[in-house]
């Protein structure tokens, strides 16, 4: 792909005639490598919890799934002032007779607020463009939009087939700023305009974003505000097919506190009932770094995760994270459980378990001859643990 674009940039034809100043070099900034956006916003007056409600309520607006995109309210916690949005949306090029060019964008935008003032922030950028015969391909922002990758030489052009990428990004994040702006009742100056806090702001402030995943029936269970941005249901209203869920869309294992955690990409597993309580049982390789986490911690969670986050969890599955940052790189937002486990805001569904039986497979217990000859060498250790919370969006 990188060759590409170089190629592309030797192309005189391929860049755009006259562009505006503002999408030029310095449009996109990058900090430690990854491209995001921020605005600061001074609210003078404005306390943390007011202006927390009306960006809440903002968000809840805005980011809304619906059957073929899947924006979301990820995360949020009125007590540190922080709300963390996931965005899908279409960048449409060209919109014509037989000739429909648009990419989807993925984003997660981030506002931070404090007593007198917010941070926005939109990060984690990514395309999924179809590249004709090539197909579908997800591209991150650092290799389309920034100044290396979309200026020509001189950076006084745009090259058409990224500038179209940076220009319509640039737009979207303007829009997105100027919106939860006009939110909070402030202009794009800056300028405090007067603002009347609803009991409707107020209450949203403790409400969490149901997930379209859920069925109806967990939607009517047990309510719990232990989580921001979850809410508790019982084990036995655990929606969805189980079987999928592992052997299509995986799972996250994360074992660990604060002082140190990791996670791992899992496919085997289940739900049950075990010493008559509810259980979730996943295996593990002793060589896996999340191992000698597993088996030093008492809790840990099995999360689970839209297609969107695909890229991530086959990170997570083929990275340790004895070398790696792995919750750098893959871009996951990690929180932590009332209990003391940790997890990933942008999960759907977060299983909370405590160990209760663990045992190390051996050759012998492994009675199917094909399953022996690829497995007998590479053993795995079985936990089983007992279901202590199961948090939904």
Sequence with gaps: MK????????????????????????????????????????LPGRTQNEIFASLLQWANNRFVPNNELQSRVLYFDPEQGQIVTMGQEYLVFTDKALALDRSL?????????QNGGCELKVTAIRYMYNR????????????????????????????????????HTIDLVDKLFADATAALGTTAAGVTAPVQTTAV???????????????????????????????????????GNIYKMLSEDWMLITA????????????????????????????????RYTYQLMENGDTYTLSFYTETYRDALNYCGSNSGKDKDKVKESGLTPITTPAGSKAFAEAWMIIECRKMVSQSLIPEALHDPQVKEKWGTQLHKMYIGEILNVWVK
Aim: aromatic share 8%; with cysteine; proline share 5%.
């Design 3 to 42: 060759h590409l674009f170089l190629l592309l940039l030797l192309i005189p034809v391929t860049l755009f005639a006259q562009v505006d100043e503002k999408y030029l070099a310095g449009a996109v900034p990058v900090v430690d490598g990854k491209v995001v956006f921020s605005k600061k916003l001074n």
């Design 105 to 113: 964008m993925i984003y997660q935008m981030f506002m931070l607020c």
């Design 132 to 167: 004709g015969t090539d197909g579908q391909e997800m591209i991150a922002a650092e290799e389309q939009i920034t100044d290396e990758y979309t200026l020509n030489k001189d950076q006084t052009k745009l090259i058409k087939a990224t500038g179209k990428f940076r220009i």
């Design 201 to 239: 702001q107020t209450q949203v402030a403790s409400q969490a974003v149901a997930s379209p995943v859920i069925s109806e029936t967990s939607q009517q269970s047990e309510t719990d505000a232990g989580l921001p941005g979850y809410r508790r249901i019982t084990p036995d209203k655990i929606p």
């Design 256 to 287: 660990g506190d604060d002082s140190r955690f990791n996670m791992m990409t899992a496919s085997w597993g289940g739900l049950g009932h075990m010493y008559n309580k509810p259980v979730a049982f996943c295996f593990i390789n002793p060589s």
